[in-house]
């Protein structure tokens, strides 16, 4: 019983995080960053200043904190290990953003784009997030890092995946930059894949064996 309480919690706890994320990337789009507190977020999702703060320590954190190195550690991490580096962190790069675009049909963005979409432009245009941004770029290295250097002794083999990983998150950014200015015309996925592909000379799931 006292899994399923802490299961319901937990599941609680998401939710509310996700709405209160929602109504704050929402201002921020519609007031401005500068111009939205934290005290408007809590009003608009319901809750009060301190719920807001203990599911989101700082206000730059309304519009950074995301699933997406927990997403792609496990992708990474269950790729066949015989696969290129490239390949592999490239592949989970793709289908995490699948995962969290949620799939379109048509020609119009899903709710998931939209959100993502809002929060990318926030990221790109606030001076007080890019360098925060920064920070996250990082945080995602180390998730796939340690997701591939998990049983590395060899301070080579690690470097190499430090190197990989930099070299594939650069092409995600690039792909990231691009669907923003394109207003998410273009599935991300695919832009994903076409950055890596530029990269790197093949498509996501073909990289060359020396990668």
């Known amino acids: 019983m006292s899994?399923?309480?802490?299961?319901l919690r937990a599941h609680r706890r998401a939710?509310?995080?996700?709405?209160i994320q929602a109504h704050a990337v929402r201002l921020f789009a519609e007031r401005g960053y500068d111009a939205t507190t934290v005290a408007d977020i809590a009003a608009a999702a319901g809750v009060s200043p301190m719920t807001v703060y203990r599911h989101f320590p700082t206000k730059e954190d309304l519009v950074l904190i995301d699933q997406h190195?927990?997403?792609v550690a496990e992708r990474v991490a269950a790729s066949p290990a015989a696969?290129?580096?490239v390949r592999r962190i490239g592949g989970a790069l793709v289908d995490s953003a699948a995962a969290l675009t949620g799939g379109r049909q048509g020609a119009d963005l899903t709710a998931n784009e939209q959100?993502?979409?809002?929060r990318l432009r926030l990221m790109i245009s606030t001076p007080a997030l890019r360098a925060r941004h920064l920070d996250n770029h990082y945080a995602l290295q180390q998730a796939i890092v340690g997701a591939l250097a998990r049983d590395a002794t060899d301070p080579d083999t690690v470097f190499?995946?430090?190197?990989a990983a930099s070299a594939c998150l650069a092409a995600m950014h690039t792909a990231l930059v691009r669907w923003a200015e394109d207003d998410g015309r273009t599935?991300?996925?695919d832009l994903i894949a076409k950055a890596l592909a530029a990269a790197f000379g093949d498509d996501t799931h073909g990289a060359g064996p020396n990668a």
Request: proline letters at 7%; aromatic letters at 4%; glycine letters at 4%.
């Open 3 to 7: 899994d399923q309480h802490s299961t």
């Open 15 to 19: 939710e509310t995080q996700r709405a």
């Open 69 to 71: 190195g927990r997403l």
């Open 83 to 85: 696969q290129p580096l």
């Open 115 to 118: 959100f993502l979409l809002a």
């Open 160 to 163: 190499r995946i430090r190197a």
């Open 187 to 189: 599935e991300l996925p």
